[in-house]
């Protein structure tokens, strides 16, 4: 029986809820005329504004309380023909629960920690956070389904712009300078030896970071020590403006974060700067691919259509950890020592310069 009501479930950051869209898109495709909702934390729903794939974007509070969940609970309760979990944690695998009686989903590659999650769903597979990229990972649980897959990421999008877009008309890059977490983070001087570059080749730099105080300064560090027609745009953009933005650019260049996701999700030439983040899990997917397996491989710099993902070279790169010192605020080596020339010339490489 076709499913005429169907629920996924995609409670993480903003650059997992934009790699579930290929799954969306999928589901779409395969059920033109079925009811396809989105739960998400309310965080995250910027990253699917405009998604015509939808029908109903359902939130809660990333930190709920038992009021925000009795009130969820009761919307779901038993309202879908399906429910789609997209990770394996106890949080969505419950929503799960109270929405379908038909539940697919991952559950956790040990079966001692999540038995009781294969009793309970329909349809499972194992979740592998190693190996198998993570839009490859989503539209493996559209094979127990038998959904064809649809590789397509879909950004969000917006028919009101901000006027800071509409007058920018010169050839510009856009840098991205701020992760969420530290261990992500590239140097200052890096940056800034990037921009005057840029700025050389007659470019305009355009900078863009999210409204929190610590980026939003971040930002202005670097801003004021590049040339003055930088345009500082950090907390200014809504992701799906950010969207807009990042397809006119001739280049963007991000580190780690889910706006380096939406980046490739535009088709803008990207270069992504990363560090202990392993690219076979984690890379942006890159912009046309439809391959079904990785597109990057664990180790070493390399090209996929749109993207160019440069990696540390530190000997223990990918370490999957949260930087040396093993926690979300510490530095990590292998990206601190990633020199600017190896930026240079994948730049020179993308702008035939």
């Avoid at 345009?231 to 992701?239: E, R, W």
Wanted: with cysteine; glycine share 6%; proline share 7%.
């Amino acid at each position: 029986m076709m499913p005429q009501k169907i629920l996924v479930i995609a409670m993480r950051y903003l650059g997992d809820v934009l790699l579930t869209t290929p799954l969306i898109r999928s589901l779409r495709l395969a059920y033109p005329d079925a009811q396809i909702d989105i739960l998400v934390y309310a965080n995250t729903t910027a990253m699917l504004e405009g998604n015509p794939d939808i029908n109903q974007l359902i939130s809660v509070p990333s930190k709920a309380k038992l009021k925000d969940n009795w009130a969820l609970f009761r919307q779901l309760a038993r309202s879908y023909d399906l429910a789609i979990t997209t990770q394996c944690g106890d949080r969505p695998f419950l929503y799960s629960l109270f929405a379908s009686s038909t539940r697919i989903g991952v559950v956790p590659p040990k079966p001692e920690t999540g038995w009781w999650k294969r009793y309970f769903l329909h349809r499972w597979l194992e979740f592998d956070d190693n190996n198998t990229h993570t839009v490859l990972q989503h539209l493996k649980v559209l094979s127990l389904i038998d959904v064809p897959p649809c590789f397509e990421l879909v950004p969000p999008e917006t028919t009101e712009y901000s006027p800071l877009l509409r007058n920018l008309t010169e050839n510009y890059v856009v840098l991205h300078t701020h992760p969420q977490w530290t261990y992500k983070q590239w140097t200052v001087s890096g940056w800034v030896e990037i921009g005057h570059y840029l700025h050389q080749q007659g470019l305009k730099l355009v900078l863009t970071g999210g409204a929190g105080q610590v980026e939003l300064d971040h930002v202005a560090t670097i801003a004021q020590q590049l040339p003055a027609n930088t345009l500082n745009l950090a907390g200014q953009l809504s992701l799906a403006e950010m969207t807009t933005l990042l397809g006119n650019a001739l280049l963007y260049i991000g580190l780690d974060t889910g706006i380096t996701h939406l980046a490739a999700a535009t088709g803008v030439p990207v270069i992504a700067l990363y560090g202990p983040t392993n690219p076979v899990k984690w890379s942006p997917f890159p912009y046309g691919f439809t391959e079904n397996k990785n597109p990057f491989a664990k180790v070493g710099s390399q090209t996929v259509n749109n993207i160019h993902l440069l990696q540390g070279e530190k000997f223990c790169v990918p370490c999957h950890l949260e930087g040396c010192d093993r926690h979300q605020a510490s530095r990590s080596d292998c990206l601190d020592s990633l020199s600017s020339e190896r930026v240079k010339a994948a730049i020179r490489l993308i702008l035939n310069k």
